[in-house]
């Protein structure tokens, strides 16, 4: 909330702080309302004056600025070159003469624009700092008064601070409110200086009948008429404070609610008498689908449950929160029936929320007014629409308050808070910076005390309350610093951050780089990458059809929640290949979303995404990139002490829309498949317009995690030698490897450890339609040395089985 | 006649030795003159034909020629390795400014390390790692953590809502209600993890990082606090780092604080990175809220706990010097290989 010191100087003294408002912004910084801006507009609009424009004349040098004669008082008349076309003779102008520092460090100075001297300049609202642009100059009321201070004039010989006033601290959402608090802060005196009024002999209550049918949500409602008032503008002096804190002046009336509002922080509303139904208000729930109009003409169906403000006939207002178009003060509007009342903070809430109506009056009541300044504020504003607005006073006034509202006694320990804190505390100390706050202390017995807070402090209500309270007023910076002495015993991390972090490790190992994307992506987006979902979840990665969508986006790029981490890592490919980054290797764990209303789940998934290859180096081999991807996931599991996984060349049509149908693998492990690798498409390819190689990869991590972490097994050092034999077959190339190597490894059984491919390729002596592949095999028997007998048989066996099984060649 | 023949042959070979140029020929010298089938064993076979009388003294002929060659042999030998290994490895020579043959490695993302870094200095202090769903119930996220629906404190964060009772959790400390629902006391856990406001701008994400800390034990101090998150500043940020709290509010601690550090660019003598006032705003902390005690079934005062938060993208900015919070999300390797 904006705030003016000018205003809070008229309740408490802090001139001392006018020229150092640093000092006090600190001491409210310090006990937590926090000095967000600290706005010296006093200082900003030095040597800014209201002047009139006496002539207009062409610039002899430059047809497109003007030659002014500007009046800027006491008789003066100053020669400025203006570049704007908006201003005409006669007009009231904002004038910065020389000297004067605009906003952005802009220092005016005498000077000669095209040989012509001039001694200022007239402003815009870009200028004075008001908004972004602004072609033309200001253009003033005609009543205002010439060299008058811009500042004072605007309400702006003043400083404002912007704080951040937290939820609880309701009280000091108004100007007395803040008064008060510094006063307690300060040690200084605080008062509100109540200016009487006369009220004619007539009563209220034979003009309006008022009903309060629901007490609970309304506990106080006050009520008065005035008759006669004049609507009009309202003076200089009250436009001016309402518009330097941000409120756009109406009519002397409302303006006068708003001001009251900002000094008391009680929202007030004036209703025109003469449009009320009946004569008669009532406070009372709305009715099913009654239609409400508010004043701004939006039109609002109601449910039954709101609180509203009736007349004989129809919703006049919406508790609390804003006024109805049918019953507001305007320009024709004679008699006035203004209320101030307390509405139940959560019930003003709820009803603004449902509507999603912010308003200045539902801000505060939804934060809780105070139900003791409710008579007060409807008698200021009476006095003030009584000299503003001249008004007659009808007495007899309504206050309808059946069960006084009064907080809690609080116990509290002193040994509780000392505890609390770790600090000694003086009773006579404590007692007296409680009662400094507002709140009434009694002793109950040594070091046990019963406070009850002021009726404006909502957020006391419990002996800790009063343990913040002490340690704000205090100062945290009396709190000493220790580390905890604890009886706690360390526990371990929890499984998955453990396991999670040593799959980086892994991962990283290997040269990729870790990408972290938001949860949310765009729906159409990541439809369009996965396209038929089902692929994927045949692959062990289960997602439902529908993703599951958030109910208010922040745009309509992100509007899903994540079922792949592919989109997202294709995203990353394209930004990063549009910046010049030919070449990466880029992955992610994180989690993708499932379910529906009332039960949702998230997967952990662990995704690669692969472009270009290390090409340029003298020492790479090149090999399709999507072998790099399949490497990473390999030496993984390999880390992870997997034992049974293999890859299966997935059938074009089981193939994910996204990669290529015919490049693709599906990751077998531990029984179940749990993921994939592949090229991607050269469909997507083409469209982001990627010149390179692309791989990506996606594994369930949650089922790749399973069992882990798996702690090793020593096995006995071989004692005797291994032997490497070296096998080449001329085989189909419909035929894998994979086959064949698995049918060596069945062959070979426990002797055979290791079996490598060294050597691919086509063409030369190699038959068309066939490859040549040449494996590398170690056999070794741990309990003796091999002799050739049993080598030659070996190899005889595996040549035989191979050979026969897939009818091909050695070669 | 029998000893010139075999000074001839001695003579021969040992000429012939000098005048090897490689250990490979100087071997087939040795082979020629005595190998197996050499010339001093043929001449050794004619000894049968010889009286035996003479026979001892051509053995004592023989021998002496093969003790003179083989000493001459193995001379000659090293001093030809040693010229063989001098060229071989003049011819060997590599250019080693050619680049190295490179493993690639990767590393994590700014984020991830931070948050890392920052878990292994609380883990030194016996904090350990809870994690929790992100999209969690409106329980969790705020009712049990005393922010009733209609609470004015719901203002405070912008929530993205999936359902009417589930929302993307906006804080990490549903955590601490899920931990404080399972475990018993002590506690003392560590939450790190992706939350999310709808809120987007120069200094916001809508998706961005939080760690928090719990501690739930006997007695439980504001100075316990304090003296956590001074330890922690100091081991993230260097030893003379100090911190300052500020009353605040948070509905789930009471006494609440907002926490500063001071500045990681003056030291605390105000510059432009802190707005000179010394200090950088970093986190929100407290002692636990009796209300959220009692949502979780833990009796207050018996148990009484802290609980601190903090982003972790704000840190990471300070610390690394990055000044556009964007570059995190963009996944950019220009960006990340730096980290």
């Known amino acids: 909330m904006k705030f003016s010191l000018k205003w809070i100087n008229e309740y408490v003294d802090i001139k001392e702080y006018l020229l150092e408002p640093q000092k006090l912004a600190k001491i409210l910084t310090n006990t937590g309302l926090e000095v967000e801006e600290i706005d010296n507009a006093k200082e900003k609009f030095n040597k800014v004056v209201v002047g009139q424009v006496m002539e207009r004349g062409a610039h002899p040098n430059a047809d497109r600025l003007t030659l002014c004669q500007v009046s800027i008082g006491s008789g003066v008349v100053q020669q400025i070159v203006c570049g704007a076309k908006n201003h005409q003779v006669g007009n009231k102008v904002v004038v910065a003469l020389p000297g004067a520092i605009l906003p952005g460090n802009f220092e005016i100075k005498i000077s000669k624009i095209r040989g012509i001297e001039s001694l200022g300049m007239l402003c815009s609202e870009k200028e004075l700092g008001f908004s972004q642009e602004g072609e033309g100059i200001v253009i003033l009321d005609k009543e205002a008064p010439i060299g008058k201070s811009y500042a004072e004039y605007k309400g702006l010989d003043d400083i404002f601070f912007e704080i951040k006033v937290t939820p609880n601290r309701s009280d000091v959402n108004s100007h007395f409110g803040l008064a008060r608090e510094i006063a307690c802060l300060t040690g200084k005196e605080y008062g509100f200086p109540i200016k009487s009024f006369e009220e004619i002999g007539e009563s209220t209550k034979n003009k309006i009948k008022l009903e309060v049918k629901d007490a609970k949500r309304c506990p106080r409602y006050t009520g008065r008429y005035i008759k006669n008032v004049k609507i009009g503008p309202s003076p200089d002096w009250l436009k001016a404070r309402l518009e330097s804190l941000g409120l756009n002046s109406i009519n002397n009336v409302v303006d006068i609610t708003n001001f009251v509002m900002l000094e008391l922080g009680q929202p007030l509303h004036a209703f025109d008498a003469d449009q009320i139904a009946g004569q008669k208000i009532t406070v009372d729930s709305s009715k099913p689908n009654e239609v409400f109009i508010s004043f701004d003409k939006s039109e609002i169906k109601l449910t039954g449950e709101e609180l509203m403000i009736r007349d004989g006939e129809r919703p006049v207002a919406l508790a609390g929160v804003v006024g109805g178009l049918n019953t507001g003060v305007s320009e024709k509007t004679k008699n006035i029936f203004l209320e101030s009342a307390y509405f139940v903070a959560a019930a003003v809430r709820k009803t603004s929320r449902k509507f999603g109506i912010e308003t200045d009056s539902g801000y505060r009541f939804s934060r809780g007014v105070d139900p003791e300044s409710v008579l007060l504020a409807q008698n200021r504003a009476t006095e003030m629409i009584a000299s503003l607005a001249g008004g007659e006073i009808l007495g007899d006034i309504y206050d309808i308050y059946p069960e006084r509202l009064e907080k809690k006694e609080v116990q509290v320990a002193i040994d509780f808070v000392a505890q609390q804190l770790a600090i000694e505390i003086n009773p006579e100390k404590f007692i007296e910076t409680i009662k400094k706050i507002g709140c009434k202390v009694s002793v109950q017995s040594d070091g046990m005390y019963r406070v009850k807070p002021p009726g404006y402090r909502h957020d006391l209500e419990l002996e800790i309350d009063f343990v913040e309270e002490y340690a704000r007023l205090l100062g945290f910076e009396h709190i000493p610093e220790k580390l905890p002495a604890t009886q706690h015993s360390p526990t371990p991390h929890n499984n998955s951050y453990t396991n999670e972090n040593s799959v980086h490790n892994m991962v990283q190992s290997q040269g990729y780089q870790q990408a972290i994307n938001f949860a949310f992506v765009k729906a159409g987006f990541q439809k369009t990458i996965l396209g038929d979902v089902r692929k994927l979840r045949d692959l062990g990665l289960p997602m439902s059809d529908e993703p599951v969508a958030l109910k208010n986006p922040l745009n309509e790029d992100v509007n899903v929640m994540r079922t792949s981490l592919v989109p997202s890592l294709i995203k990353n490919l394209d930004f990063n290949y549009r910046h010049d980054v030919a070449e990466g290797r880029l992955y992610e764990i994180g989690f993708v979303f499932d379910g529906k209303e009332g039960s949702y789940g998230q997967e952990s998934r662990l995704s690669f995404v692969a472009w270009g290859s290390h090409k340029g180096l003298w020492s790479a081999k090149e090999v399709p990139v999507v072998f790099e991807v399949k490497s990473v996931i390999e030496s993984l599991l390999l880390g992870l002490r997997s034992k049974s996984w293999s890859w299966q060349n997935l059938e074009s049509a089981k193939v994910p829309d996204f990669l290529h149908p015919g490049q693709s693998a599906s990751l077998f492990y531990e029984g179940k498949t749990i993921g994939v690798v592949g090229t991607l498409h050269p469909k997507i390819r083409e469209e982001m317009k990627l010149r390179c190689d692309v791989a990506v990869g996606e594994i369930n991590l949650e089922k790749l995690m399973q069992g882990q972490p798996k702690i090793p097994k020593f096995s006995k050092l071989p004692k005797f030698a291994a032997v490497d034999r070296d096998l080449a077959f001329v085989m189909p190339i419909k035929l894998t490897v994979g086959e064949v190597t698995n049918e060596i490894r069945k062959v070979g059984g426990s002797l055979i450890k290791d079996i490598e491919v060294f050597d691919v390729f086509e063409g030369g002596d190699v038959p068309e339609g066939h490859k040549s592949v040449a494996f590398r095999y170690k056999v070794q028997d741990p309990e003796t040395t091999l002799s050739d007998e049993v080598l030659l048989s070996l190899q005889k066996k595996v040549i035989d089985s191979i050979s026969q099984k897939f009818s091909i060649t050695v070669r | ?339």
């Open chain 2, 1 to 339: 006649m029998y000893q010139e023949k075999v000074k001839a042959i001695q003579n021969e070979a040992k000429e012939s030795f000098l005048k090897a140029q490689s250990v490979k020929e100087l071997y087939e010298f040795k082979v020629k003159y005595m190998g197996k089938s050499g010339l001093l064993s043929q001449l050794m076979k004619e000894m049968g034909d010889l009286p035996k009388e003479q026979k001892p003294l051509m053995g004592k002929w023989l021998n002496e020629a093969k003790t003179v060659l083989e000493a001459l042999y193995s001379e000659q030998e090293t001093i030809l390795k040693t010229k063989e290994l001098g060229s071989k490895l003049v011819s060997e020579r590599l250019d080693l400014t050619l680049p190295g043959v490179f493993a690639f490695s990767g590393s994590a993302h700014p984020i991830k390390t931070l948050m890392d870094n920052i878990i292994e200095i609380l883990e030194r202090l016996g904090f350990s790692v809870r994690l929790g769903p992100m999209i969690e119930s409106d329980r969790n996220n705020f009712e049990a953590l005393n922010i009733p629906a209609d609470h004015p404190a719901r203002d405070m964060q912008d929530t993205f809502y999936i359902d009417n009772k589930y929302v993307l959790r906006t804080h990490t400390s549903p955590v601490q209600i899920r931990t404080m629902e399972t475990e018993k006391p002590p506690i003392k856990i560590v939450a790190p993890g992706a939350v999310f406001r709808c809120d987007s701008d120069q200094t916001h994400l809508p998706n961005f990082h939080q760690i928090e800390g719990l501690l739930i034990d006997r007695k439980v101090s504001m100075a316990d606090l304090k003296g956590t998150i001074a330890y922690f500043f100091r081991e993230i940020f260097g030893s003379k780092t100090k911190i300052r709290l500020r009353p605040s509010f948070f509905p789930f601690t009471e006494p609440s604080a907002e926490f500063d550090c001071s500045c990681t660019k003056c030291g605390g003598n105000g510059c432009s990175l802190c707005k000179g006032t010394g200090w950088m705003e970093m986190g929100g902390c407290g002692l636990v809220h009796p209300e959220v005690f009692r949502q979780c079934g833990i009796k207050y005062p018996e148990w009484q706990g802290f609980a601190f938060g903090f982003g972790i993208e704000r840190m990471a900015m300070i610390k690394y010097g990055i000044d556009d919070i964007r570059l995190f999300n963009e996944n950019d390797l220009r960006f990340l290989r730096q980290f």
